[in-house]
């Protein structure tokens, strides 16, 4: 299994070093990716945008991606809304 941390605000730029780190990972074979964002506070949406992304990607290949919910309020927010807590594709 392999695990991603991510704390504080996730801008833009993080988002794209996110999906750099994530990409390889979700194009192996029955990948299991855990993305912990329990320390992060501010989540821009491009960064939602790369966890669905890679979510999918990694569920094409029969394996997954989950991930440690934040604590922050606002971040916490932003998960729920797009539905990345709930199990599934």
């Known amino acids: 299994m392999n695990r991603i941390t991510m704390t504080g605000t996730v801008e833009p730029i993080d988002s794209y070093e996110l999906r750099s780190r994530l990409a390889p990972l979700t194009t192996t074979i ?3 990716i ?3 964002l329990s320390d992060v506070v501010e ?7 790369v966890l669905i992304r890679q979510r999918r990607q990694a569920n ?3 394996g997954s991606l989950h991930l440690v919910a934040p604590t922050a ?5 932003a998960v729920d809304r797009v539905g990345l807590l709930r199990a599934g594709p």
């Open 60 to 62: 094409r290949q029969g």
């Open 34 to 36: 855990v993305v912990d």
């Open 30 to 32: 029955r990948p299991h």
């Open 73 to 77: 309020a606002g971040a916490k927010r």
């Open 43 to 49: 989540l821009h949406p491009s960064a939602l945008s």
